[in-house]
């Protein structure tokens, strides 16, 4: 999983009643774009996150 400050890393719920997660990449600390990435979620928190397979990175709106 590789990613670019900017884009948005989805969490999906691990179990039925869970909420996904939002949130924006501020940091890549990972060689080549990969984890571990400093997301801030919609809430205002910031975690260091190593995404599994129930994440998804959602490239940002570039300019065209």
């Known amino acids: 999983m ?7 890393l989805v969490v999906h719920g691990a179990v039925v009643g869970d909420h996904e997660k939002h ?3 501020v ?5 080549e ?9 919609e809430d205002g ?3 260091l996150v190593f995404p599994g397979p129930d994440a998804v990175v959602l490239p940002a709106q570039r300019g065209s």
Not at 27 to 31: A, L, N, Q, S
Not at 33 to 41: N, Q, T
């Open 2 to 8: 590789h990613a670019t400050v900017g884009d948005r």
């Open 23 to 25: 949130g924006v990449i």
């Open 27 to 31: 940091e890549v600390r990972g060689p």
């Open 33 to 41: 774009g990969g984890p571990p990435f400093l997301v801030r979620y």
């Open 45 to 47: 928190h910031e975690a």
